[in-house]
């Protein structure tokens, strides 16, 4: 049986607003709640929905503590590709969050093993995270945990996968400028979070949502470890739920 709750949406508009919906809940049901935050495409409508819900008074985020799930090694803060500049724009500088309150790896650490521990220290001195909000790569990586032979418990340097690479390259100049390296928080870390909260979007998220939801649970595919957690929800609009509509249906709803 599949523990998973996956919900559909008829487009991204609506996954953005239905996935936002849950967040906000957390967000009046606790105030100083701990969320987990992820960069990318998938998570920009929620954002701007949560600007929209900061906007009319509905949501306060100001004990709203955060811990984001990666960073590109080497990019500073200040650069328009880092993930902490995405977050500044995409959502921080138009709510109410105390920027001391949010937490992105650090970039430019050049030793990695001291940043993974740090960082660790920082995920752990939150107490837990509430809501942890993900994406999902072409590869099936959760966070940058790309696949493997084995789950990486806690934050880690990563060497990304030549396809997240290919995907990400449309931020950047070419693909040679794509940084070949970042810092993600670890499974276990991710696998703590109290709930989880995964967006897809498009025809091109299908087969690795599919194979995340129903294949087998295996690092080779690092989502699908997401099966095993207690509260996952899956908000996907129809073009990433194609496969999973076709060899398994009754998981939808
Ligand atoms: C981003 C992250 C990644 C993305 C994934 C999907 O912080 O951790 O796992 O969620 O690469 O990216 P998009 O949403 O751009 O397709």
């Known amino acids: 049986m599949n523990m998973m709750k996956i919900i559909k949406a008829k487009d991204y508009a609506e996954l953005s607003r239905k996935a936002a919906n849950i967040i906000a809940a957390q967000v009046i049901l606790n105030p100083e709640s701990v969320l987990g935050l992820a960069t990318g495409s998938s998570p920009l409508g929620l954002y701007?929905?949560?600007i929209k819900g900061y906007e009319n008074g509905d949501?306060?985020?100001?004990k709203v503590r955060t811990v984001?799930?990666?960073e590109y090694r080497g990019l500073t803060k200040d650069n328009d590709q880092s993930y902490a500049y995405f977050m500044r724009e995409n959502l921080f500088k138009h709510i109410n969050i105390d920027m001391a309150n949010t937490n992105v790896p650090d970039g430019t650490e050049p030793d990695a093993a001291k940043e993974c521990a740090r960082y660790d220290a920082v995920i752990e001195s939150m107490g837990?995270?509430?809501?942890?909000?993900l994406g999902i790569g072409h590869t099936g990586h959760i966070g940058f945990n790309e696949p493997a032979d084995e789950f990486k418990k806690g934050t880690n340097c990563v060497d990304l996968d030549p396809k997240t690479i290919e995907a990400n390259a449309r931020f950047f100049p070419s693909a040679d400028d794509v940084p070949k390296q970042a810092?993600?928080?670890g499974i276990q870390s991710i696998m703590k979070a109290k709930k989880i909260l995964l967006v897809a979007n498009g025809e091109g998220k299908a087969e690795?949502?599919?194979k995340a939801c129903c294949g087998p649970i295996t690092p080779r595919v690092p989502a699908s470890v997401?099966?095993?957690h207690p509260d996952v929800v899956v908000?996907?609009?129809e073009a990433a739920l194609k496969v999973i509509e076709e060899k398994c249906p009754c998981c939808i709803g």
């Open 183 to 185: 810092y993600t928080m």
């Open 226 to 228: 997401l099966q095993l």
């Open 59 to 62: 949501l306060d985020f100001s």
């Open 128 to 133: 837990g995270v509430d809501i942890q909000l």
């Open 68 to 70: 984001n799930l990666d």
């Open 208 to 210: 690795i949502l599919y």
């Open 235 to 237: 908000v996907a609009d």
């Open 48 to 50: 701007a929905e949560l």
